[in-house]
């Protein structure tokens, strides 16, 4: 489903993977009042939130903030959406003073360079075809707590 939603970014107006029942509801809201394109809201089945990628920065930030380390969690439902919003709400969001940004995807890397810079970090996942227990592909892949934070550690240190 995430190799899905990734090439349905480049295919439909608006995609949607909204990772709680805010941004769910934020979702349906927008896909129903958009009455020009087809609009996609990808859920997962999961027991889990249905973004995990979300959860993993949420407790990474929270360990880098136990060390003194200032950082933020952005969840970017729907990149066509952010991308039609004014400059200045833009520029709220991902300010162009932060440079050292790491976008987390358990799927195709495609287009995030867009949204961390030159400077930031994607982890993505660039094959196609493993399978298993969620939990396991994760780990396989380095989707894991300690390793977004030893990403984001590694990218704080530079400069």
């Known amino acids: 489903m995430v190799q899905l939603t990734s090439q349905s970014n480049s295919l439909l107006d608006l995609v ?4 709680d029942g805010n941004e ?3 979702a ?4 129903i009042t958009n009455r020009d394109a087809p609009s996609v809201i990808a859920l997962s089945r999961q027991k889990v ?10 407790e990474s930030a929270k360990m880098l ?3 003194g380390r200032r950082v933020r969690v952005v969840s970017l439902v729907c990149w ?4 039609r ?3 200045e709400y833009k520029e709220h969001v991902l ?3 932060v440079s050292k940004r790491i976008s987390v995807e358990a799927g195709s890397s495609m287009g995030w360079s867009e949204y961390v810079g030159r400077e930031g970090i994607v982890m993505g996942v660039e094959e196609f075809g493993a399978s298993g227990a969620y939990l396991d592909t994760f780990k396989k892949f380095g989707f894991t707590e300690e390793n977004v934070t030893r990403v984001a550690k590694s990218l704080l240190s530079q400069y």
């Open 16 to 19: 949607f993977r909204p990772a």
């Open 24 to 26: 769910t509801a934020g």
């Open 28 to 31: 349906y809201r927008e896909a």
């Open 49 to 58: 939130a249905a973004n995990l990628e979300l959860c993993l920065c949420e």
């Open 65 to 67: 903030r136990k060390e």
């Open 80 to 83: 066509q959406l952010f991308n």
């Open 85 to 87: 919003q004014p400059k």
């Open 95 to 97: 300010p162009s003073s």
